[in-house]
């Protein structure tokens, strides 16, 4: 044990060191071992492109927590590391990067350019492992995984042919979300709603045959009572540009107001091409004039109709969003300029009745935010209500639990309501399909036209020849899968599956899969799968999580996690979420340099109620930094006193509660009551409650209370034992959450070497997690050194109150009717005496009042503190009483301040909320004021 230990703690000169430490001494890692309970965790694959935010750090020292705690108990405890490609994400990233030098994807062509990608990702693709690790995060390296590594792929082919063998995965013809952008597909997930502030287009349809020569138009229902010499419709719309396709105009066949025009035939504006009025009861008689425009191909309810009505499909628009050939005069127009141009053309023809401001929910693309188009097209889609079935079983089941339970309503109401996932993406970085096309069959039937499976190959791996016509003009769909069908696999593709299979998963009996010859990743995934708990973001719930649960059960036939642990999102003090376009980023590894990792992790994790957002400043991790310097300058005061021989004291003759002194008593009390709450925190996943536990017990009971009460006796054999066990313990429970902090002073007390040839052969985090000693506590007893504590602060602020300096000597009698209490009272003499400075403490059952006392009430007890030769009575009643007068002057002013009705309303909200809450710290000093004065007799 050495002796010596820096004044200041410096988080630079240990985290580098220690956890190179650990990494070269494989603390980290984890294999297979029957006679261990496994522990398990998938991180969350950051994205290659990605760069260390507080998200990332709030969630992975989350895990980092859950790690380091299983593997202290005694369990072997995985934290399986990876990244993933990102496909969308990555590939702008690269094409920007080309940009800057002219160059375009296209120019490159496909495989020139994923080798630029691939060298983009070997460059840059490491930066966010390196954060992690800066984070002090203890995943096992040596497995870490990336969702393009080949064995990856492969278990991601073998997924989609599964899945189309067995009729899940289908091609078709529909409405997806289309970014002009990113020139892809996008799920419903990838493609949120926000609110805009657009328009409402009426426009005016004529009409060919009429029964009558008077039309009332569409704004006569509602809005206009308007009548026009020609015979037309009037429709209204967000989206005018798309009127080029309109194949239909629909109305309610229970509108009296069209029920006359149903099957009439109109003249679509601009176009000139002749179209009917339908019916339909999904037409909204209360939107807009009654009667909908329909363009089948660009809108998903109008795709409906037109498969209900057989219409025709027209789509006028190219993948970049400008229009096409089908748009006439408007070919190669951006779709926004396109829309202004079309408006003139209607308003200067007449076919434009009115405009009114419309609020409308659009889709956005998740990468790139423009809006997205509503597009045909023919894509790759998953059915999910049969893989949804059971994963919606499992959950109300309770085989997996979701933390907070109110997300499991979320989870349950999505599932319930699930749509067919579109899987394929129009971008070149991903997993291209395993999906071939035979040139000879799809040339001589043209059924790639239609969802025939003709000419369609979906296979492992490239078929030689078409196993229809024999021919060998074959090619490879362009296409490349969402990124999250690669994600969806990730808690059994990491362990190698396919090629590890379970025996539950190969159909293969329990014994039969004894005698196979099992490598390693066979048995890892045996053993660590089902893993332990997933720590998630809820944005991700219905992208990663169901999907997850739905593959695990699909592939596994088991749940792929059995707690789902949803944290909140990081925000700033006004609540927004942080982001760059905001300026409100507070950027984990600014703060590791200024305040340290364990002041950033500890800091985090102290504000995050479970479940619940976090609402961050840089002020905030203050208090991290604050708490490690005060464990840094204890251990160091104990490190200093502490007497080597006497740690190794036998500790059956001390830990006996006959032998222990009062002070020991109550503190080894107070540690094992600590130790087994902390366990049931952290057991029920409440990391801010753990955090503000070991906080209170160290700074306010273990230093405020315990060291100031032995340091007068230090060298004592029992305090000497019991205070260096109580720490060495505490380092132990303090690591899932601080653990460079607690290795540094772990190793101090325990294995630091005396000459520079030795090398450490053993670390804090390997060390067993302390058991609770339930004979140690004692609740009760605890309760009554609370009271001893109750009165030592009471007499403190008696002192405080009369302003009696500490070098005179007070006197004090305390009156309890309980004689429990007064017993302990009379044996915490010498404590009561040296921590308030009071020469005579008297204990009594009953107190009488007189002249020249100081009293104050606490619970049960008065505290009496003779004040003759102390102070002059009558002036200091005086001047509580002026102080009395001073506070209520000013109280009556800030009164007649918030009761203005313009200070109210006119002044900033924080500078009302300021003078609140100090007419709030008025109104208690003026309480504890009088009743300093009604205590001086």
């Not at 035939?265 to 425009?293: H, M």
């Not at 500890?602 to 208090?623: H, N």
């Not at 690591?735 to 290795?743: A, D, G, K, V």
Request: charged share 30%; glycine share 4%; with cysteine.
């Amino acid at each position: 044990m050495s002796n010596e230990i820096p004044k200041q703690y410096n988080p630079r000169e240990c985290e580098d060191k220690w956890y190179k430490f650990w990494e070269e001494n494989n603390y980290f890692s984890a294999r297979a071992n029957p006679a261990k309970k496994p522990f398990s965790i998938v991180i969350p694959p950051p994205n290659v492109t990605g760069i260390l935010h507080m998200g990332h750090a709030l969630n992975n020292t989350i895990q980092d927590i859950l790690i380091r705690y299983h593997r202290m108990q005694g369990e072997e405890s995985l934290w399986m590391p990876g990244t993933d490609h990102a496909g969308i994400a990555t590939q702008n990233v690269v094409e920007k990067a080309l940009a800057k030098e002219n160059i375009k994807r296209q120019d490159l062509g496909r495989e020139k350019f994923i080798e630029k990608v691939w060298l983009w990702k070997e460059q840059y693709g490491s930066a966010i492992i390196r954060q992690l690790k800066k984070l002090g995060a203890s995943c096992d390296w040596s497995r870490i995984r990336f969702t393009m590594d080949e064995e990856y792929s492969k278990a991601i082919v073998e997924v989609f042919v599964r899945l189309y063998e067995k009729g899940l995965i289908y091609q078709g013809n529909y409405i997806i979300n289309w970014c002009p952008r990113c020139q892809t597909a996008l799920s419903d997930e990838e493609a949120p709603h926000k609110e805009l502030q657009g328009n409402l287009y009426y426009l005016r349809y004529p009409i060919v045959v009429s029964r009558k020569s008077l039309v009332v138009s569409k704004a006569g229902a509602k809005g206009s009572g308007k009548k026009t010499d020609d015979e037309y419709i009037v429709v209204a719309t967000t989206r005018p540009e798309t009127m080029l396709g309109d194949t239909a105009v629909a109305v309610n066949p229970k509108d009296k107001r069209y029920k006359h025009l149903i099957g009439e035939s109109i003249i679509l504006p601009l176009v000139n091409r002749e179209i009917k009025i339908i019916s339909d009861n999904s037409v909204d008689v209360k939107f807009g004039t009654g009667a909908v425009k329909v363009t089948p191909a660009h809108d998903p309810n109008d795709y409906a109709l037109g498969k209900k009505h057989k219409l025709e499909f027209i789509n006028v628009m190219r993948a970049d969003g400008r229009m096409n050939e089908n748009s006439g005069d408007y070919k190669d127009m951006d779709r926004f300029e396109a829309r202004e141009v079309i408006l003139e053309d209607l308003k200067e023809k007449g076919f434009l009745e009115k405009v009114e401001p419309h609020q409308l929910s659009a889709g956005h693309c998740y990468r790139c935010h423009t809006i997205i188009e509503p597009y045909l097209s023919k894509q790759w889609f998953v059915k999910m209500k049969p893989l949804a079935k059971e994963a919606i079983r499992v959950v109300k089941k309770g085989k997996i639990k979701f933390h907070p339970e109110r997300w499991t309503k979320v989870y349950l109401n999505w599932m319930e309501n699930i749509q067919d996932w579109c899987i394929s993406r129009q971008i070149w970085w991903g997993h291209r399909l395993p999906v071939y096309y035979c040139k000879n069959c799809l040339t001589n039937d043209q059924r790639l036209t239609t969802n025939d499976k003709g000419g369609v190959i979906v296979s492992r791996t490239k078929p030689e020849k078409c196993p229809e016509c024999g021919s060998t003009d074959i090619y490879q769909d362009d296409d490349v899968l969402d990124t999250w069908f690669s994600s969806w696999l990730w808690p059994f593709a990491t362990f190698g599956w396919p090629f590890g299979l379970s025996h539950m998963a190969n159909g293969i009996s329990q014994e039969s899969h004894k005698r196979l010859a099992i490598s390693d990743k066979q048995k890892d995934l045996d053993y660590f799968y089902p893993t332990s708990v997933l720590v998630t973001a809820p944005e991700i719930i219905f992208f990663w999580v169901a999907r997850m649960i739905m593959a695990g059960l699909e592939f596994m036939q088991d749940i792929p996690f059995r707690d789902v642990y949803i944290h909140g999102t990081v925000r700033d003090t006004e609540g927004k979420k942080m982001s760059k376009s905001l300026g409100n980023i507070i950027d984990p590894l600014d703060i590791i340099k200024e305040f340290g990792t364990d002041a950033l992790r500890f800091s985090l994790i102290s504000i995050t109620a479970q479940g619940q957002d976090v609402f961050l400043s840089k002020e905030r991790f203050e208090q991290g930094r604050n708490f490690a310097n005060k464990i840094w300058n204890a251990s160091r005061f104990i490190l200093m006193n502490l007497q080597p021989e006497q740690t190794k004291a036998d500790l059956c003759v001390f830990f006996k509660k006959e032998n222990l002194s009062l002070e020991n008593r109550w503190i080894l009390s107070r540690f094992y009551s600590v130790l087994k709450e902390l366990n049931s925190h952290l057991d029920s996943l409440k990391f801010n409650e753990a955090a503000n536990l070991l906080y209170g017990f160290f700074w306010h009971e273990f230093c405020d209370w315990y060291l100031e009460i032995i340091k007068a006796d230090i060298k004592n054999p029992q305090n000497q034992i019991v205070m260096y066990k109580v720490l060495e313990k505490f380092l132990r429970i303090l690591h899932p959450l601080m653990p460079f902090l607690t290795e540094e002073i772990w190793q101090k007390f325990n294995n630091q070497p005396t000459t520079k040839d030795q090398r450490l052969t053993t670390s804090i985090m390997i060390q067993p997690w302390p058991h609770v000693q339930e004979q140690m506590i004692d609740k009760k007893y605890e309760e009554l050194m609370q009271s001893v504590f109750d009165v030592i602060v009471t007499i403190r602020n008696m002192r405080s109150e009369l302003e009696i300096p500490l070098q005179d000597t007070i006197s004090s009698t305390i009156c309890s009717p309980q004689k429990k209490e007064r017993e302990l009272l009379a044996s915490c003499a010498p404590i009561i005496k040296n921590l308030t400075k009071t020469g005579e403490v008297d204990i009594k059952e009953t107190c009488t009042r007189g002249p020249g006392q100081f009293v104050m009430v606490l619970k049960d007890m008065h505290i009496v503190i003779p004040l003759s030769g102390l102070i002059d009575i009558a002036a200091h009643r005086k001047k509580t009483e002026e102080k009395i007068a001073k506070a209520e002057a000013e109280i009556k002013r800030k009164k007649e301040l918030l009761e203005n009705a313009n200070f109210s309303k006119n002044a900033p909200e924080e500078i009302v909320e300021k003078e609140k809450a100090r007419l709030s710290e008025l109104n208690e000093l003026v309480k504890k004021l009088k009743a300093v004065k009604d205590a001086l007799q």
